[in-house]
């Protein structure tokens, strides 16, 4: 029997790779440029199926070029860079890998969160530089207590969900803001991003990305959050003005920044680099071999479901 035909957009983790090949015909995608047109054109009839990711989604070009194309498998649970619509309009099903990951961006988020207020990185970078050794001694500035602070979620869903949960082991006192109140949770709605803002100690941003949400986070929430403020951003960088938020890191409007995403990644503004009151990581929410496997075992899952004629495990 003829197995079905896949293109792989991007590379995957090897095991992934490995167990699409052991069901799939699998071909990847040539990267972008005259190569992967002339590939497109004559080869694109030949797929019934997409590999992609969160991060290199698909472009209604893409999908447009892949005629018999009938289902999407996307590693990752963000959408902004998927054209859902022009994959709808053919009626193909787009799986992705929610739920896997809420527990591993929420980690991170309290990560990130204890790194910032507690000042983590910089202590380490204070000992390595010999500060605390020296003579006289480099008094180390105070950080901002966690336990019993005051948390502010932007979006309630899966992820922010679970970071709340986190948070009642840090005694943290919790509200959120998201478009519509969550049903059945003890958590306070705040309709007013704003008010959000002022109220909190840490901001924690944690919505969809895309058009919607693009520079939610601004000059005003920023001055809102003012300086007994954090902020941490797990979600999408294009959530944040980042050249607000740099602006108001150097002007130490703002207490400090924790930030997993940026808007043109893997650019990350080079003044950050300089400044003591942020963290930044490399995109790595959900890069945990454990989280990883189980994000790859969904896009399997949702393919061999699809190819068996069943629903999708996860389609978005
Ligand atoms: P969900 O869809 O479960 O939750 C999204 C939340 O965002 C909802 O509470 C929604 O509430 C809120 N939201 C959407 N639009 C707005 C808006 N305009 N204003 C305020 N709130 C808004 O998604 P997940 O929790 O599973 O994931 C969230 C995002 O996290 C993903 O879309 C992804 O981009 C990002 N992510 C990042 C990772 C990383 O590596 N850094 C890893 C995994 C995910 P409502 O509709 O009521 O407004």
Known sequence: MNRPALLQAIPLLPSLERRLAERYDVQRLPAPGPDRDAFLREHGAGY??????????ATAALINALPRLRVISSFGVGLDQLDLGAAAQR??????????????????????LLAIGRRIPEGDRFVRAGRWSAQ???PFPLGRQVSGAKLGIVGLGRIGRTIARRASGFDMDVRYHSRHPVEGVA?????????????????????????????????????????????????????????????????????????DVFEREPHVPPELYTLDNVVVVPHIASATVQTREAMAQRVVDNLDAFFAGKALLSAA
């Open 48 to 57: 019934e199926g997409l590999v992609t990711s969160a991060a290199h989604g």
């Open 91 to 112: 009626g193909i099903p787009v799986g992705y890998t929610p739920d896997v990951l809420n527990d591993c961006v929420a980690d991170l988020a309290f990560g990130l």
């Open 136 to 138: 006289p001694p480099t």
């Open 187 to 259: 958590w306070q709605h705040e309709p007013q991003l704003l008010e959000l803002a002022r109220w909190c100690d840490f901001l924690v941003v944690i919505t969809a990305g895309g058009a919607e949400t693009r520079h939610l986070i601004d000059a005003t929430v920023l001055e809102a959050l003012g300086t007994k403020g954090y902020l941490v951003n797990v979600s999408r960088g294009t959530v944040i003005d980042e050249k607000a938020l740099v602006q108001a890191l150097q002007e130490k409007r703002i207490g400090g920044a924790a930030l």
